[in-house]
């Protein structure tokens, strides 16, 4: 029986597990000490401390039986691997695009096509750079400029595509600078930086026609594009019928390009590529990856790697599992909601975003109160999440004191196929007590943080 829509209201796991992992159980007193030693900072914390790990759902899936056959079959030879052609196959059919360039994960695509490009002082433009994309751009002399959708943040407010790019303000950016002075144009599905927010087809069309106008090469940036495909057939108008495989094929023949981290919607654990038309750009690439990653048929990655991928590009088009994956952070954020915990509505495709900001008003942002909730989150039930706040994106001063950053959320990330609804029940239900007890959440003080990407190994404590 194939079903394009469920009939049923109870939407389950599509899969049945055959391999289990224990997870890590802790008491609380436990983990009060394991808060101190690791100096308030999540990422310090071994990951067999934790029960349910929410930090990132970037290569944090479980790949299905047929994946793991893949990697019994990769082919290991160094040049002309049969995997490496499954790979190409795979990638060719999804997206339309000529030249196909494995890496071993998106920032070395994102590395290697800004070193290729060598657009020193030029802009990039997008509807929201991830970091590292921004990192890259930036670290190859080259400007990112971000073009969000008017109301993107306005968290309370939901929108159907939140991650859609402002073309009027993109036209208006092209006009100002001259056309010669944009040297490319990434858009992000789903838009990560904004919550994962997916973006529309008609959006996509617009950009597509401004870049087309421009003569700017348009990339799509497409670690999530199942999850935003699948988001235009429940969303957009005229879609509600179209495979969501079709839909995905359109989304790429709109691009020049795309690059891709496979830790996301290819369902495995390490990976990405980079595709494009554009022969002679691709030879520069070719050139870059052998020289920092690998030869041009396996690109840092082993051929089963390549062999897994290919796979779990087609698995990740499977509708009842994309059916399941957006539901279940759905079903997250409707039961923080429900709860009084405030989050930026409505959930993305790969996790919900809690706003901190609003719901611990008592703390202020100097005391950090996103880091503040994902440490209470760790005490009281085990859970790890991360901060996007004040921690990791606040500015800081001559002394080195951190400034306010314009949001304070905690993401909560879903590994793909890895939880199931009653780790999600355990989820809410933790932080429904935390609603409850949110006057005991203290604020936290920084002991020591580096300059740079700070969040990883600032040191913090609770605010005296
Ligand atoms: C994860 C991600 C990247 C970077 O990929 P890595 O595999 O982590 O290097 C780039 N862009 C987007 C949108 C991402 O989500």
């Known amino acids: 029986m194939k079903k394009t829509s469920w009939q049923w209201k109870t939407i389950i796991e599509p899969f049945k597990i055959k391999t289990v992992e224990p997870l890590g159980f802790t008491s609380r007193e436990e983990r009060e000490r394991i808060l101190e030693t690791a100096h308030y900072n999540l990422f310090n914390i071994k990951a067999d401390k934790v029960l349910i790990d929410m930090l990132t759902d970037s290569g944090t899936g479980a790949m ?11 082919d290991e030879s160094y040049a002309g691997a049969r995997s490496f052609y499954n790979f190409e196959m795979a990638i060719k059919n999804l997206t339309g695009l000529e030249e196909i360039i494995p890496v ?16 020193k002082e030029k802009y990039v433009i997008s509807n929201s750079h991830f970091d590292t994309t921004r990192a890259n751009v930036e670290a190859s002399g ?10 993107a943040l306005d968290f309370d407010k939901t929108g159907p595509f939140k991650g859609n790019a402002d073309v009027e303000a993109m036209e208006k950016f092209i006009k100002e600078k001259g056309e010669k002075n944009i040297a490319m144009c990434i858009i992000t599905v789903t838009n990560n930086s904004l919550g994962g927010q997916p973006v529309s087809m008609e959006n996509l069309k617009s ?6 106008k421009y003569g700017i090469p348009m990339f799509l ?7 935003n495909a699948y988001f235009i057939k429940l969303r957009e108008r005229g879609y509600s019928e179209t495979p969501v495989e079709e839909i995905a094929k359109e989304m790429f023949e709109l691009c020049d390009g795309a690059m891709m981290s496979s830790k ?7 990976g990405g590529f980079l595709a494009m038309n554009d022969r002679e750009l691709s030879l520069k690439c070719r050139q870059i990856l052998i020289l920092t990653e690998g030869f041009s048929t396996y690109g840092g990655l082993a051929g089963r790697d390549l062999e897994a991928i290919a796979i779990g590009l087609k698995e990740v088009l499977n509708e009842e599992y994309l059916q399941y994956r957006i539901r279940s952070s759905q079903y997250l954020g409707e039961g923080l909601l429900k709860n009084g915990i405030p989050i930026v509505n409505p959930p993305g495709g790969h996790g919900v975003y809690i706003n901190a900001k609003k719901f611990l008003p008592h703390i ?13 989150l760790y005490l009281e039930g085990g859970i790890r999440t991360v901060e996007i706040g004040t921690l990791m994106f606040g500015k800081r001063d001559s002394k080195g004191n951190f400034l306010p950053a314009s949001m304070e959320l905690v993401r909560m990330a879903m590994p793909r196929r890895v939880y199931t609804q009653s780790h999600i029940d355990y989820v809410i239900e933790v932080a429904a007590y935390l609603a409850k007890n949110k006057k005991s959440i203290k604020g936290l003080e920084i002991v020591e943080a580096p300059l740079v990407l700070s969040h990883f190994t600032a040191k913090l404590k609770p605010a005296s």
Do not use: Y
Not at 64 to 74: F, P, R
Not at 142 to 151: E, L, Q, R
Not at 207 to 212: E, N, S
Not at 221 to 227: L, P, W
């Open 364 to 376: 202020k942002p100097q005391q950090f109160p996103g880091q503040a909730l994902a440490c209470a």
């Open 221 to 227: 940036d497409c670690a999530r594009f199942a999850e």
């Open 64 to 74: 299905s039986a047929e994946q793991w056959a893949g990697i019994m079959k990769g």
């Open 264 to 270: 996301k919607d290819a369902l495995v654990n390490i």
């Open 104 to 119: 071993h994960q998106g920032r070395a695509a994102e590395k290697i096509l800004f070193t290729a490009l060598a657009a």
């Open 142 to 151: 080259a400007i990112a400029m971000d073009f969000p959708a008017p109301g």
């Open 207 to 212: 950009v597509k026609k401004i870049c087309d």
